[in-house]
């Protein structure tokens, strides 16, 4: 998609969320406040990789990764790491075959720019939570609970690819500038850190992060999470990874909330019928990058 047509939605898109009887009836200065903030809608406006799908990223990628570097080392400080040498050995290992897989992908569509000052991490912590996560710039954490799930490094690599997903498509970004146009009208994020720090906090805790108890994950949109499944099963293949594998992980998932409470590793999008139809239409398309390794 060119940047053309990414405008021409945008415009679209705005276009159509206008009321234009009660744009008529405000003052001058509140006409130049709309100019000024459709303006800054349509400078936000990108797409994200692979699906193309148009969305809205307001805030600065300084201001994103120091932000997401500054939560990272806090939740590291503040929990137990993992001491299992195989275990944290196998995290790093898939990590970084995803991490080189996306890598090479962008470089080769010229895209490299969009990773740039990522600063790759890959780490497990001591958790019984069926978790993990990645913050911006490639800060992932993978909690010891959901291993027996997993149940080896393919089924490993369908989480981390999922979650590194998530971080590609810069989710996080999207929710918290969507949230900081509903809640915020829209004032610039650096006057926002200024004069509501607590209020930015907590937009960005519930659009990246932790929630108020530690190890809670705020839950992404449907259409996040089923766009992180398809984007998940392209990198977790183009690192060598399987990805018919992601069937019988979610059917794990499946068996393992059945008579409990969902895991929080499955977000608003819940491991059932439907969710394992739609990774299984996408299995063609993430087939045609996978591959094997010798």
């Not at 999470?225 to 977790?236: H, K, N, P, V, W």
């Not at 059945?258 to 491991?271: D, K, N, Q, R």
């Amino acid at each position: 998609m060119d940047r053309g047509h990414i405008a021409d939605t945008c415009d679209m898109a705005i276009y159509e969320s206008l009321n234009f009887k009660e744009v008529f009836k405000m003052n001058k200065i509140n006409k130049i406040l709309l100019v000024f903030l459709v303006v800054l809608l349509i400078s936000g406006c990108s797409s994200v990789v692979l699906t193309n799908r148009t969305q809205l990223n307001l805030i600065p990628r300084e201001t994103i990764l120091n932000m997401s570097f500054d939560q990272h080392n806090l939740f590291l400080e503040e929990n137990t790491v993992s001491s299992d040498p195989s275990e944290v050995e196998m995290v790093k290992r898939v990590g970084i075959k995803i991490q080189h897989s996306v890598e090479n992908y962008f470089s080769e569509q010229n895209l490299s720019k969009q990773l740039k000052d990522y600063d790759w991490e890959f780490d497990l912590v001591v958790n019984s939570e069926p978790n993990a996560w990645c913050m911006p710039g490639g800060k992932v954490v993978v909690y010891t609970g959901i291993l027996s799930i997993t149940n080896n490094e393919n089924g490993l690599a369908v989480v981390m690819g999922h979650e590194v997903a998530h971080s590609i498509a810069r989710h996080g970004n999207e929710r918290m500038s969507q949230t900081l146009i509903a809640q915020l009208g829209g004032i610039a994020l650096y006057q926002a850190l200024e004069e509501r720090p607590e209020e930015t906090q907590q937009f960005w805790m519930s659009a990246y992060g932790l929630g108020a108890q530690a190890g809670l994950i705020l839950p992404y949109s449907r259409l996040h999470e089923s766009e992180a499944d398809r984007l998940g099963l392209i990198f977790m293949a183009m690192a060598g990874y399987d990805p018919n594998g992601a069937v019988n992980f979610w059917q794990r998932m499946g068996e393992h909330k059945s008579g409990a409470s969902p895991p929080e590793f499955l977000s608003t999008h819940p491991s059932d019928k439907t969710r394992i139809e739609k990774i299984e239409s996408h299995l063609p398309e993430a087939m045609a990058y996978y591959v094997r390794e010798n």
